[in-house]
């Protein structure tokens, strides 16, 4: 089955005075990679998103976005470390007895100070505000899969279309290949002859052997076994489950290793136009096959 790793999910909860928003963005990557961003507050809970992305997502750069606005959940607690003020006290005084300073340690000094005071933020109906994160998480991937299968659906429209072209096309190959060869083979004798000035006759029989030896170096019988091959096999994978992106991309590049070798072996004109066909309308696979899951 065909999935695209290009996805968008949104979901609001509300919770009291507090709106809870959760976004989740994919887009295509070798691997599955995630990364949250919210509130420190809440980084607790990245191990059970993490958990609901690996379970339906395989491959893909996965965003995750947890908003929260509004007061209503999160209380702050002022906290002051009196000992290291103490300390600090302490020692500018000390500072200023030994090297004669002059001046008042001012409450600006101690604000100055960031290790003095720290602001904890504790969130009020943890299990709660768990509980509507998690299930606006669930919420946004249900969102994100089913607009990575309609875009699969239409990746996998185009991707099948042009492998009907590849596979015309290659029996064009087919339908030519045998002209190919005879018309390599009366080239070849005809510059043989030209040289030699001396009619090649059938008793020249290792002469025409050899010729045919030439001939068939050019033979594109084995690339065009192998290019049906592949195309039979990138439509079947195109209904397989799970991950399918690598598998697809791997036999993409060997149709492109296929075609390649078709042109370095032919010095026919046609077979020449077909091959820029194949490799266009390969490229144009490959592309796609990037944004598959």
Do not use: C
């Amino acid at each position: 089955m065909v999935k695209s790793m290009t996805g968008y999910g949104r979901s609001i909860k509300q919770l009291d005075d507090t709106t809870i928003t959760v976004e989740i963005r994919t887009v295509n990557h070798r691997f599955l990679d995630m990364s949250a961003k919210m509130p420190r507050s809440l980084l607790y809970l990245e191990d059970s998103i993490k958990k609901i992305i690996q379970k339906d997502f395989q491959r893909g750069r996965v965003d995750v976005y947890v908003t929260l606005e509004g007061s209503g959940l999160t209380t702050r607690t002022l906290n002051v470390d009196w000992d290291l003020m103490d300390q600090f006290i302490t020692q500018i005084k000390t500072a200023q007895e030994r090297y004669q300073l002059q001046g008042e340690v001012s409450f600006q000094n101690l604000t100055e100070m960031n290790d003095l005071f720290t602001v904890q933020e504790q969130e009020e109906h943890e299990d709660q505000v768990k509980i509507a994160i998690l299930e606006a998480v669930k919420e946004s991937t249900e969102q994100v899969r089913e607009m990575r299968l309609q875009e699969g659906h239409a990746l996998r429209e185009d991707m099948d279309n042009r492998l009907s072209v590849i596979k015309s096309t290659v029996e064009n190959l087919e339908s030519r290949r045998d002209i190919v060869i005879e018309e390599t083979r009366e080239r070849i004798k005809s510059r043989i002859e030209e040289y030699t000035q001396e009619e090649l006759r059938d008793q020249d029989s290792r002469i025409i052997h050899e010729v045919g030896l030439l001939a068939e170096k050019g033979d594109i019988a084995e690339e065009i076994t192998r290019m049906f091959s592949h195309v039979n096999q990138f439509r079947q994978t195109l209904h397989d489950k799970g991950a399918i992106g690598r598998k697809l991309d791997f036999i993409v590049q060997e149709m492109n290793r296929e075609s390649n070798t078709v042109g370095s072996k032919s010095t026919d004109a046609k077979i020449s136009e077909w091959v820029v066909l194949l490799k266009s309308e390969i490229e144009k696979i490959k592309e796609q096959v990037q944004n598959v899951e």
